[in-house]
C-alpha cells in the first residue's frame, strides 16, 4: 500500500455522441489526451470493444499511436487489449513498435473478455479465455517484449526490451488472481463492475509473487476505475451525468447506442434505474472540489496506487472541462500534501 497521494489517470472508450461519427469521436480522444497531458494526469489508456455503434475503440494500439502522436509526456496505453481475441506475438508486434516510435510512454493492460457479443468474437477468432491460458499467453507475450536471450529460434521482435509496462484488468478474482501470480500491477474495473473490488483486492495483495519471471513491480500495485463528471457547479454535473446513466440503461438492455445529450435522455423503468444505480455507484460528481474529496475518500482507504477515470459526455468540450477541472484541483491537493 502506497503512502503517496494516488496517482490519476484517464481510461478513454472513444464514444460516439449523436450526430456525429467515429472520425469525431477519435478526434475528441485526441483533444481529451492532450488536456489530460496539459492538467497533470499519469497516463491516457484506449479501450477495446467491436461491433459497437456507440464506441470507436476496436483497433486498439492504433489508437494508441494516434494519442501519443497527439501528445508528449504522458503515458498512453490499453485499458485493455483482450489477450485472448489475440496471437500474444502480433500484439507484441504492436506495442514493441510504439516502444519505439514513443520511448518510455506505453502501457499495456491486458483483459480476458470479449469486448463485443458471441457472434462478433467468434468473427475474430477468439482463443480461450479461461485463467490458465490468459496466464500462458500472458507470459508469452512477457517473454516477446523481454531482452533478447540469444536463444536458437527465438523471434524477433521490434521493441524489445523496451520499457513496455503491463497490467492485468479484472472486474473479478479471477484477473487478481492471474495478476499476483505474474508479478503484475492489477487494474479494477469498479466503474461499472464494482461488487467484487474488495474480494479482488484481498486476493491479488494476499497471493502476489514478487519473484515470478514475469514480475515488473516488486510489491503490490493496484489502480481502480472510477465514473467522474465535474463541473462549474454540483446540478450542472448531475445533469451532464445523464448522459452516461441513459448509456449504462441501453447496455444493460442491449439497446447500444450513440451518446445523447442530457436534454435527450429518458428515464427507464424503476427496475432498470435500481440496476443502472449499483453498477455505476462508484462514480465521483460535482464540482472539482466535490469530486476530489469523493475520490479520496473512496480510494485511500482502498489503498489504491492510481486512479482511473472515465469521463462521458455528449460534448467533447464538457469531458475537456471536467478533466481540467478535477486534473488542477488534484494537482493543488498533491502539492500541498508534499
Known amino acids: 500500500m502506497s503512502s503517496a497521494p494516488p496517482g490519476l489517470s484517464v481510461l478513454d472508450l ?15 480522444a485526441c483533444a481529451a489526451a ?18 459497437s455503434p456507440a464506441l470507436a475503440c476496436s483497433a486498439t494500439t492504433v489508437l494508441m499511436g ?3 502522436a497527439a501528445t508528449e509526456t504522458i503515458r498512453v496505453g490499453s485499458g485493455g487489449i483482450m489477450l485472448p481475441n489475440h496471437a500474444p506475438l502480433r500484439v507484441a508486434e504492436d506495442l514493441g513498435t510504439l516502444a519505439v516510435m514513443y520511448p518510455g510512454r506505453i502501457d499495456c493492460g491486458l483483459g480476458r473478455a470479449p469486448g463485443t457479443d458471441p457472434g462478433t468474437a467468434a468473427r475474430l477468432r477468439r482463443g480461450s479465455a479461461d ?3 490468459f496466464t500462458r499467453d500472458l507470459t508469452e507475450l512477457h517473454d516477446y517484449l523481454g531482452p533478447a536471450t540469444g536463444a536458437p529460434g527465438e523471434t524477433e521482435v521490434i521493441g524489445r526490451g523496451a520499457d513496455v509496462r503491463l497490467f492485468v484488468l479484472g472486474s473479478s478474482t479471477g484477473g ?21 473490488l474488495h474480494e479482488a483486492l484481498a486476493v491479488y495483495r494476499g497471493n502476489f509473487n514478487p519473484d515470478a519471471p514475469t514480475a515488473q513491480v ?5 489502480s481502480a476505475a472510477v465514473n467522474v463528471m465535474a463541473a462549474d457547479t454540483v446540478a450542472e454535473a448531475q ?12 447496455v444493460l438492455t442491449g439497446r447500444r447506442g450513440p451518446l445523447v445529450a442530457p436534454g435527450d435522455t429518458v428515464e427507464p423503468h424503476p427496475i432498470l434505474e435500481a440496476r443502472v444505480h449499483h453498477s455505476l455507484r462508484v462514480t465521483a460528481c460535482g464540482t472539482a472540489a466535490g469530486v476530489v474529496d469523493q475520490l479520496l475518500d473512496w480510494a485511500v482507504p482502498l489503498g489504491l496506487d492510481e486512479i482511473v477515470t472515465v469521463t462521458y459526455a455528449h460534448d467533447p468540450g464538457v469531458r475537456r472541462r471536467s478533466l481540467a477541472l478535477v486534473g488542477d484541483e488534484w494537482a493543488r491537493r498533491r502539492n500541498c500534501c508534499m
Do not use: C, K, M
Request: hydrophobic content about 45%.
Open 131 to 133: 485463467l490458465v491460458d
Open 218 to 222: 516488486s510489491a503490490p500495485w493496484v
Open 239 to 250: 445533469r451532464q451525468l445523464l448522459t452516461l446513466r441513459h448509456s449504462f440503461a441501453g
Open 176 to 196: 487478481a488472481r492471474a495478476a499476483a501470480e505474474l508479478g503484475l500491477p492489477f487494474s479494477f474495473a469498479s466503474h461499472f463492475a464494482p461488487d467484487q
Open 14 to 28: 472513444v464514444p460516439v455522441s449523436s450526430g456525429s461519427g467515429p472520425a469525431a469521436a477519435i478526434r475528441a
Open 66 to 68: 494516434a494519442v501519443a
Open 34 to 51: 492532450q488536456t489530460a497531458e496539459r492538467h497533470g494526469y499519469d497516463r491516457y489508456w484506449l479501450a477495446e470493444h467491436h461491433n
